[in-house]
């Protein structure tokens, strides 16, 4: 079946989203866009990804938890899971692994935290933008631990994209997708990277960024495991 999603949506938790990106604000905007599965992606952390699940479930939209996790060598990924526990489980083993920066508001803005309806619950302390202890060769087999897949987040890109900073990507990394930034020009990386599966989404620190229904994956039913499964290209 053909599947319209949006899998890199930031909430009010990271530093440089709005902080009108609450879990079921961000459902809701995707409901009217018209899409059928989404995932909530913060710096480093999970701790909205519950709000959100849980929100989507009462109104209809599959959301799968995740994080846009920066490694070692600052190359963002994007790591999917298939329910919020093994998520919140990964999401413990990568704040042991955070380098502990306490945030400047002033300079990088608020980390809200927020219940399913929109209350604001709790503001994270220490800044969530940096690098973690986790390398990009460990990520996958760490992801993986907990059922989750990972893909390249803007791969294309200057900044924090893996080609930028490592000079391209090989399969030993073990990352069989990667998301193109919406200037990059898809037939240049399939030449490029024929066993990567390419991907879209918005990487929306806004609401008014999240996608419409644009970007589609063909996964044969609509459910988290399926989405995980295509993100790991498995057949």
Known sequence: MKVYYDLHIHSALSPCADDDMLPCDIVNMALVNGLQVIAVTDHNSVRNARAAVEFGRERGLLVLPGMELETS?????????????????????????????VNRVEVFGRQLIADKYGHITGE????????????????????????????????????HGAVSILGGVERSMEIMSAELSAAAGE??????????????????????????????????????????KCIKNQR
Not at 80 to 87: H, R
Not at 142 to 156: E, M, P, S
Not at 191 to 212: G, N, V
């Open 124 to 159: 994270e302390k220490l800044l969530l933008s940096t690098a973690t202890r986790i390398g990009l060769y460990e990520a996958p087999g760490l992801a993986a631990r907990y059922g989750g897949a990972v893909f390249f987040a803007h791969v294309d890109r200057e900044s």
């Open 187 to 228: 037939p240049e990386w399939r030449a490029r990277y024929p066993w990567l599966k390419l991907l879209r989404s918005s990487d929306a620190h806004s609401l008014w960024q999240i996608a419409e229904r644009e970007h589609f994956m063909e996964i044969p039913e609509l459910s988290a495991a399926a989405i995980v």
């Open 73 to 101: 060598e600052e190359v963002h990924v994007v790591c999917l899971f298939e329910d919020i526990g093994a998520a919140e489980a990964f999401g413990q083993e990568v704040e042991k692994r955070r380098i502990p920066v």
